[in-house]
């Protein structure tokens, strides 16, 4: 297959059974249509193969929805450069496809990097959807509208109009774009916004083609008054700038965004790569150990940031870095692991600063098991009184166990209540008090009204007087003669005979 006017020829290996339909609508692909699925075969994909694998489909994609208008594809080629030094090559730049999943649900993939499978709902009903021609701006109708989406990576904004009659095509002559719609009688146009589409256009090319599509761009979208549509597409230029390493054009898309803090952010880098510059003369200050870790914290990829200090062995930015983002935890481990002469002050200024302008003793606690290493004891004793304080007896009890203190950890947990955790403490080191805190388990789930679980640690504690008056109160008829031959059992485990015989006729009598 082939655009005979430019002499673009292409061949692909096929297995069809010869009922196949060709849609040539579109000047850069064709579209072969077969057995419910699109073939998408680019026009002179075969004359430079070796290069860079063009000799192939561009994708297939499973449909129902056939009719050319509910079909938009794109393939934009420029010359782009793999590196420094290496020759100018054409390649794909963009290659997009969008289709109809069901009547209600569009799908656009990248054809280029084959990584967009996502679903995306534009319109809840669309009769008619195709990129403007050599662009990827986006337009469709759904009933009496015309819906425009200038950058389609944000598709909740999008333009909408009110038209009379039936979108038949899209048409582009020079820096106008119309749409034609059919009203019947006549055919109306509508022209889009030529300034919206070339700074897309711009921002598109300078994801591929480097700094100078980014400048462009940005002197398209200065002019323009900070609407939807453009606050999108200065979001997009942003994200794209900070991708390909172009931090002032992203500083100046925050700036018109208004986003002061970002812009502040990116100013401070800005600065700190020309400091870089300026110590190192000929270097690139943006590839600086300090800068490209501000621009991790940026994306919030605090592990990146840490990596790349940590190896050109910049601990003390590091740690400067996660108490700036009061990230004091991370600060700590950094400052652990690298042993730092400063890791224990620094832990005591952070339990410090828990306690006194947070309150929050549990998490201070909390900390000082985490963290290996030496503790101030004055500051562990204070966060130790400040969870007696916050009657957190049990956190206080771990934080006991923690330090070694295994009988102030008891007594925390008997005052909280942990009885559970108690026990194992008991169990492990005080086996003696173990019979103790099942009675003083069953006397607290008294007075909580858990009268079934009271009876089993009073029974745990072998107080059956206990757990009969209880049960006596509490149990059904049936649960009492289970309690009763339960309680015979026991004494006759221990040979008490006579006990055992009295309780297993009261089971029998109940």
């Known amino acids: 297959m082939g655009d005979l006017e430019s002499c673009r020829l292409s061949e692909v290996e096929w297995n069809g059974d010869g009922q196949e339909k060709f849609i040539f609508d579109n000047d850069d692909v064709c579209i072969v249509a ?12 075969n004359e430079t193969a070796e290069s860079y694998g063009r000799n192939e489909v561009l994708g297939v994609f499973r449909t129902e929805n056939m009719h050319p208008t509910l079909l938009s594809a794109v393939c934009q080629e420029g010359m782009v450069t793999a590196g420094p030094g290496a020759t100018p090559e054409m390649r794909p730049v963009m290659a997009c496809f969008a289709y109809l999943i069901d009547l209600q649900t569009v799908r656009i993939t990248d054809m280029v990097t084959k990584t967009n499978e996502e679903r995306t709902t534009l319109l809840n009903m669309c009769s008619y959807v195709q990129w403007v021609p050599q662009t990827d701006v986006v337009v469709a109708q759904s009933r009496q509208n015309l819906c425009v989406w200038y950058s389609i990576n944000n598709p909740d904004r999008v333009s909408m109009f009110p038209i009379k009659g039936e979108l038949t095509d899209i048409e582009r002559n020079g820096d106008r774009t119309e749409v034609i719609v059919d009203e019947g009688i006549n055919t109306v146009s509508y022209a889009l916004d030529e300034q919206l589409i070339e700074a897309l256009t711009h921002i598109r090319f300078a994801s591929a083609m480097g700094e100078q599509n980014f400048a462009a761009a940005v002197r398209v979208l200065e002019p323009l008054e900070l609407a939807p549509e453009t606050e999108a597409q200065w979001m997009e230029l942003s994200e794209l700038a900070l991708q390909q390493g172009q931090v002032v054009i992203a500083e100046r898309c925050y700036a018109a965004l208004g986003d002061v803090a970002r812009t502040r952010f990116l ?4 600065k700190m790569a020309q400091r870089a510059e300026l110590e190192q003369p000929g270097s690139n200050g943006f590839e600086h150990p300090s800068v490209l870790a501000q621009l991790a914290v940026l994306n919030k990829q605090w592990a990146a940031a840490e990596s790349i200090l940590l190896q050109h ?4 930015e590091a740690l400067v870095m996660y108490q700036e983002a009061h990230r004091w935890e991370d600060a700590i481990r950094v400052a652990v692991s690298a042993r730092h002469p400063d890791a ?3 832990k005591t200024r952070y339990y410090r600063w828990l306690l006194d302008t947070g309150g929050l003793p549990a998490r201070a606690a909390a900390v000082v098991m985490q963290n290996k290493g030496s503790n101030d004891p004055a500051v562990v004793e204070d966060i130790l009184q400040s969870l007696a304080r916050a009657n957190l007896y049990e956190r206080q009890g771990e934080l006991y166990e923690h330090l070694g203190r295994s009988r102030d950890a008891l007594d925390a947990y008997r005052r909280g209540h942990a009885y559970r955790r108690a026990i194992d403490l008991a169990r492990r080191e005080f ?14 789930l008294m007075v909580q009204k858990q009268m079934d679980a009271a009876i089993n640690h009073f029974i745990e504690a072998g107080k059956w007087e206990a757990a009969q008056k209880v049960a006596r109160g509490y149990l059904t008829d049936a649960e009492m003669r289970g309690f009763y031959r339960k309680k015979a059992r026991e004494f006759e485990a221990t040979n008490k005979f006579k006990e055992a015989e009295k309780e297993f006729v009261m089971a029998i009598n109940m």
């Open 431 to 444: 086996q003696g008090a173990v019979i103790q805190i099942e009675e003083e388990w069953g006397d607290w």
């Open 313 to 316: 062995g910049r601990v003390d």
């Open 267 to 270: 100013h401070r880098i800005v």
């Open 34 to 45: 077969c057995a419910g699925e699109l073939t998408v075969v680019s026009y002179g994909r």
């Open 344 to 346: 224990d002050a620094l």
